[in-house]
């Protein structure tokens, strides 16, 4: 007799479609903005049109007679009870936190920020009404210029500051004791590279815009918002405006996207509540397009400061970066740390003795910025490899050749760097030299050679970027230690329903990454039961009451992780029962496939689903034993898992027009063992799109007032599938060690290594060209102008510094450099 | 966002139309796809008082064959006009054109007169119009005109109609035998307005460019033709078309802006130039 295996297939590593997607695409899901509640007014926000300005009277009584209108607050009406905008993270014991408040209350300090709210019966009814608000401003000057920001005697954004900078962090790894002293490596450098990179400002642009509805209740609220932290919006509602935290009730609904976009306690939440209880009525706000792109927080926003310093024959020995980084206005909830999760990335893959990381924190009149996709690590990234490939032209070295003589090869791991971090695995020898093959990279440098002898009107270039990052946000001491407001950990239960299907609660809340699809695959493996027979239950913290929520390519290497070791209880408790059905020893027990056996004696077994029978009809259970296999964990992780990769990009440069085309990208990533290749694929591809778009298309720019002028879809160009290439994703698996699944993050991955590898493929391409440097994103026109400039404009920089940040554009960035 | 209220009036003839745009006064204001102006009523950057839909003249919708020219509907979708067999006879320079236009889903609802009466120098159908030297019937309370293209774009969105005049049709000259053209648009993402364009039209006669006439967009406040390079091209053989190309910004003063400052706009013309009019004679 030949023995069967009747387990099911593994569901982990299985390319599964998302389950969430026919709701997710077709629209024909609950969004925030889709639902209502018996009696609901709705919200309309007036915004101030000034950077900087004191607001010297508001008259909203014109507004208060309009048809429909129900009531009209300014800032006056909720000075003594809104609080502030909660900041959740000091990252010094000095920061300079002058407070958030959510309608402004007498001075205003960007251009977007909220001055007055209308409430009316219709949406329309509350927009006509904004216009019959008067209101007059003193104008201040706006700071726009963080360089400008930080000199003595500067405007200050804020009356109750003595200076823009909020905080100076520091780290330096002699004396952490992490490395040898920054300042010998400094002195003794053989060779030395030094550049200035701007990383622009970008702008999230989540495809649905923030909404929330509020429905008051008794000494509480229950809240709808379209948020990545329901949880955590829980609790801040409740500290910020003295609610009890039992009777907050958060929900997040299906949330069409947020990029990080969506992680801050939102002005427009708080108001929204703050409304909802003085009327005691049910509200709604759902953002306009236009007010998203001006008002929801954005990302990036760095002067970064770099040397780099070796020995001549390539050994990296020393690394020394400063920050300056844009808060903008205020400081939203992770704001500060974002900059910060940088420190811990510059040294990237590389075994660099001496590192110091200084950034300071400033206030500019601009909106204010926060976490976007990779949040810190894609600053760092860039910084890093955009400044190994000038050292290798410094050196005179091949840039891959220097990548690998000093980055950690596979057997050093476990290592732990300057920074102070452990990486726990990975094979930065297997992906580059998979993705090499995989792009043909000698036959396209032969190419490039061709072109440049035949002076080819379109010319090649070829970028690198090797990456890695931490992710799944955190193991709770480490945040503690960086002085964050909460821990890192995350929640998961099991229900098991009487007829064998499953409920699995976690508190990681989705907002498009494929949890429902992702989660499932892992339960089915664990306890043996179908894909089908899952439910992820998420979201609300009435059901899904404890939870850190999802960013940071968090989900699955905490949340999933909290998971299995929930699985592994509801095991173990079932096996009493199963031991109790088949009079057997527990010990004697054998688990797979969904099903309990006593070892060596095949034919009696009692499933899970016997088991969760069993209980709930609840007449023939051991002694001592509940009725109830169901089981919780919470876990907290006790390191960061590494995920890496390499990526190719091979770029074609008219250098008539300076146009840009990706010819080809290749990218070999390595998240540790998969659970769905076809969400990492997505995951990867969308990173790109977003990584390449700082590249070559997106920036968030200011006008001389502190307008923003890309404040529509026109001037902010966002790229369309029909600008990218075919990418080509392949991965290698070098499993984590540090969580029981071998799991890496990915949700960040795209972001963060792709832009270094475009614009080092365009700066490969235009170095004859006497060209050393490109500002982002790398337009046609600051293409050309590099190419017919020499390197000496501002649009294409050089070694010599930027004039500054500004974006302005009135002195133009075709402009020689000042 | 929501436009301010406004009187919302959907005559079925054009002389409906004509009375209605007459009725509604100074701030009466004509719908047709709303691709531009629906935009601008959200932003609240404009209070009509009255819109006119177009929407339901079927006379305004459509092409046909009129002997020498052929006629376009004011009306007539910008998909229609791409997929029309009368216009991909005559006047494939415009349905080439019409594909640069935004996305399907702007395309199918944006017409052809709409583009052209709103006047955005940004937008490729002026300077394709100018090249191919069509003329735009205008309907008002005094009745019927016609406007050479030439005499059409007045300024920065702006027109030769009167506020009271309904666009109607627009009468696009058939192109003899050896005229062969091309559409060149420079912008940075797929789905965005030019940042310069050039429609180029090229008559061919024993081997060397008889005629040529070019028309450029984003160069100025108003599409322009590039008359130097026509004149250098006329009579000229294709190996001279980089040298006369180097005068398409002859006499150009184009915007600067996030796109792109009015020097790189001046070169673009050129190198464009150069390339729609050796991809219009085929090399
Ligand atoms: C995302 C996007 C991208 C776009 N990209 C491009 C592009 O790349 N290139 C391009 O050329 N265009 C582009 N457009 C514009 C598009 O071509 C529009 O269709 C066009 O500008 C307006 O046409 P419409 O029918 O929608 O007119 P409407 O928006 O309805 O009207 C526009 C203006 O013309 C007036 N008007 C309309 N019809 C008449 C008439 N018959 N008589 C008198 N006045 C009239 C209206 O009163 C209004 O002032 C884009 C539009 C969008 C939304």
Redesign the interface.
Known sequence: MTAVDERPEAEIGKARRRKEDAHLITGRTRWTDNLSVPGMLHLAMLRSPMAHATITSIDPTDARSRPGVVAVFTGADFKDVQGNVPCAWPVTPDMVNPGAPSLAVDQVNFAGECVAVVVARSKAEAQDALEGIDIEYEPLPPVLDMDQAVKDGATLVHPNTESNRSYTWVFESGAAGTGAPIDDALRDAEVTVSRRFVQQRLIPAFMEPRAVMVEPSGEGVTVWSATQIPHILRVMLALTLGLPEHKVRVIAPDVGGGFGGKIPVTPEEIISVLVARRLNKPVKYTESRSESLMAAHHGRDQLQDITITATRDGTVTGLDVHLLADMGAYLRLVGPGVPILGAFMYNAIYKIPAYRFVCEGIFTTKTPTDAYRGAGRPEATFAIERIMDELAVELGMDPMELRRKNWIKHEEFPFTTVAGLTYDSGNYEAATDKALELIGWNDLRAEQQERRDSNDPVQLGLGISTFTEMCGLAPSRVLGSLSYGAGGWEHAAIRMLPTGKVEVVTGASPHGQGHETAFAQIVADKLGVAFEDVELIHGDTASSHKGLDTYGSRSLAVGGIAIVNAADKVIEKARKIAAHLLEANEADLEFSGGKFRVAGSPGSEVGIADAALAVFAAHNLPDGVEPSIDAEATYDPENFSFPHGTHLCAVEIDTETGMTKIRKYVCVDDVGTPINPLIIEGQVHGGLAQGIAQALFEEAVYDDAGNLTTGTFVDYTLPSAADLPSFTTERTETPSTTNPLGVKGVGEAGTIASTPAVVNAIVDALRPFGVNDIRMPATPERVWRAIHGGGKHRAAGGTTAYGGASTSTSDGDGGDLQ | ??P??FEYVRPSSVAEAVSAIGAAGEDGKILAGGQSLIPVL???LAYPTTLVDLGRVAEMQGVRDDGDAIVIGAMTTHHDVMHDPLVAEHAPLIAQATGTIADPQVRHRGTFGGALSHADPAGDLGAVALALGCEFVASGPGGERRIAASEFFHDYLTTALAPDEVLTQVRVPKLGAGWSSHYEK?N??????S?VGVAALVRRDNGSIAEARIGLTNMGSTPVRAAAVESALAGADVGSVAAAAEHAADGTNPP??????A??RQ??AR??TKRAVLAAVGS
């Open positions: 966002m929501i301010a209220p959200r932003l609240r420079f940075r993402v797929a789905q965005a307005w940042i600067s802006d996030l796109s792109g400052q020097d790189y070169h673009l190198v464009l």
